[in-house]
């Protein structure tokens, strides 16, 4: 008899007797690409992930700064000169803080430092500076890490969109824009966009059939839940909220982005989605030529026309390639200066050293080498408003789909070896 149906908890059995069968998305749409036909028996999990700015990010956080008595109430708190908000349970009379940081805080003395960077900092273990300026008028400094912290918690208000935007300027000026890295050049001369296409989580289950209210996940490499939709989801344009504990979480898929606009904050998440039915397949199996991109005005981020994340992802180099051996030894590195992670420095007289570890894969790099040292097809956009049409070059990706694709392999061996158990939503996400 043909199985077209399966229910979580069969699912979860199988996993439990190492009899299920788990893909990647990223698997199961290569193997799509090279003709084959999925059938419902061939896979019972798709591990799916993404990885990119996420502005709609914050962290709570309680820790001691002083003894019992010290002061009454903090008025303004500094962590590495990053604004935070005090509250909102207000506990300074014992010596604790319960503090609120945006991911998009930008630091009062360094502008290429954020609240992103600072919570990547935190989970690498790092010492952190805190300044309180007391409603007394008193100024205490100290410093903390993030085992000192009983509670630091990092909550998602709109992460994990279906799919996002890609992002033109048609007037004729340069602006600065969280959507580029540098001023965003006009006359439609460049591109830059957002989303992992074939490998995000609500692309493989945009019904919202197996994500839900308690659906466990992964956000930043540790254990977290959905607790709903998020902010400004729409059926259209749904997205999801979340929360995870820092103490687990993995450096390496957190971090700041520096855009035109200042710095911003960089999340990963992975999804398990388990096939229930044949509707969730068909999803699964969808490629990226098969998803629509809205290409969007960056002055107003009206849409203006549609082409498909296969312009972006399809034939394309996931990572950047550096070679030291091109490096011309630039006296001003156009590539250390714009880099939107830090991550390539310049010594003198010696070749530009890349940190691939703390690479986004953005790409910027390859549009402003002077000596091509730095390499990577970024795939370009088929712009057609009606008036005008062209094939416009991406510069920038403000979506790292290789390490999106290694999330979603993490996630695939914890399942595996029996180190993540799925979880059935508490409660359905109306769209």
């Not at 309680?62 to 002061?71: D, H, I, M, N």
């Not at 009062?108 to 989970?123: N, T």
């Not at 493989?204 to 839940?225: M, Q």
Request: charged fraction near 25%.
């Amino acid at each position: 008899m043909t199985v077209t149906e399966r229910t979580f908890a069969q699912i979860q059995d199988k996993i439990e007797h190492n009899e299920a069968i788990v893909l990647t998305a990223e698997e199961i749409c290569n193997r799509v690409r090279a003709g084959e036909r999925i059938n419902f028996n061939a896979v019972d999990v798709v591990t799916a992930a993404t990885r990119g700015i996420m502005s709609g990010t914050y962290v709570v956080l309680s820790f001691s700064v002083a003894e019992p008595g010290k002061f009454m109430r903090a008025k303004c708190v500094w962590l590495n000169d990053v604004p935070a908000h005090v509250g909102p349970c207000p506990n300074e009379r014992i010596g604790v803080l319960d503090l609120i940081v945006y991911g998009t805080a930008h630091s009062r003395s360094d502008p290429k430092y954020g609240g992103g960077h600072l919570f990547k900092d935190l989970v690498e273990g790092k010492v952190i500076t805190v300044e309180v300026e007391t409603i007394e008028g008193q100024n205490i400094k100290t410093e903390t890490t993030l085992k000192e912290m009983p509670h630091a918690r990092l909550f998602a208000t709109r992460h994990a969109f279906k799919n996002y935007l890609a992002f033109v300027n048609p007037d004729k000026d340069a602006i600065p824009s969280i959507f580029h890295a540098v001023d965003f050049k006009g006359d439609l001369g460049e591109a830059t966009f957002c989303g992992c296409g074939e490998l995000n989580p609500i692309k493989n289950d945009p019904d919202l059939e197996t994500i839900g209210i308690g659906t466990r996940v992964l956000i930043n490499g540790a254990e977290g839940f959905v607790s709903g939709s998020g902010t400004r989801s729409s059926p259209e344009k749904p997205n999801l909220a979340g929360f995870a504990d820092m103490h687990g979480m993995t450096p390496e898929y957190m971090g700041g982005f520096l855009t035109s606009a200042g710095p911003e904050v960089i999340a990963t998440w992975a999804v398990p989605i388990p096939v229930l039915n044949q509707n969730i397949l068909d999803n699964i199996t969808k490629l990226d030529r098969d998803l629509k991109l809205t290409i969007v005005d960056v002055n107003g981020r009206l849409p203006i026309c549609d082409t498909t994340y296969g312009d972006v992802w399809d034939d394309v180099d996931a990572t950047v390639t550096y070679r030291s051996d091109k490096c011309i030894k630039c006296e001003v590195c156009e590539v250390e200066q714009t880099c939107p992670m830090g991550a390539v420095t310049l010594n003198d007289n010696v070749a530009a050293v890349h940190d691939a570890k703390l690479c986004f894969n953005c790409g910027l790099c390859t549009t402003n080498c002077a000596g091509s040292a730095f390499s990577a097809n970024l795939g370009t956009l088929h712009y057609n408003d009606g008036v005008v049409e062209k094939d416009i070059p991406v510069v920038v990706r403000q979506s790292d789909r290789a390490r999106a694709a290694a999330a979603a392999e993490e996630l695939k061996r914890k399942i595996v070896l029996g180190e993540f158990e799925i979880t059935e939503p508490i409660e359905r996400i109306v769209l």
